[in-house]
């Protein structure tokens, strides 16, 4: 009887260790990024808005609109793969945010790609 309940201690003790770790676990990666029918990425803006709420402008503090000598910038590009989500966001300044497959984006591209080619 001892045993049963010490097991069942040691099993619900485990599941909450595992609740804990997945909740503060980031996954960055999902994948084939979806498209439209030009082969553009689709943006959610919902997750632009919600990472806005959760991190405002550095310049401004603000939670909408543009923000000034900024851009959100995705961490792992969804080109390699990387998710559209808020876990995969950053603010850049637009010093460092290049519009040109060079710096920070041609970086990336070379660190991040895995089994998708990142366009």
């Given amino acids: 009887m001892i045993k049963k309940i010490i097991y069942l ?3 619900f003790f485990y599941i909450d260790v595992l609740a ?10 999902c994948g084939e990024p979806l498209r439209d029918k030009n082969g553009k990425i689709k943006r959610n803006t919902k997750v632009i808005n919600k ?6 402008c550095p310049s401004n503090g603000s939670t909408k609109g543009a923000c000034e000598g900024w851009a959100i910038d995705h961490v ?3 080109a390699c793969g990387g998710c559209d989500a808020v876990s ?13 497959k060079t710096g920070k984006d041609r970086f990336e591209r070379v660190i991040y790609q895995k089994d998708i080619k990142c366009e």
């Avoid at 990472?51 to 405002?56: A, C, Q, R």
């Avoid at 995969?88 to 010093?95: A, C, I, K, S, Y």
């Fill in 88 to 100: 995969n966001m950053q603010w850049l300044p637009n010093e460092l945010k290049s519009k040109e």
């Fill in 51 to 56: 990472f806005k709420e959760l991190h405002p």
């Fill in 20 to 29: 804990h770790i997945e909740a503060f676990t980031e996954f960055r990666y």
């Fill in 9 to 11: 201690l040691l099993l």
């Fill in 76 to 78: 792992i590009p969804l």
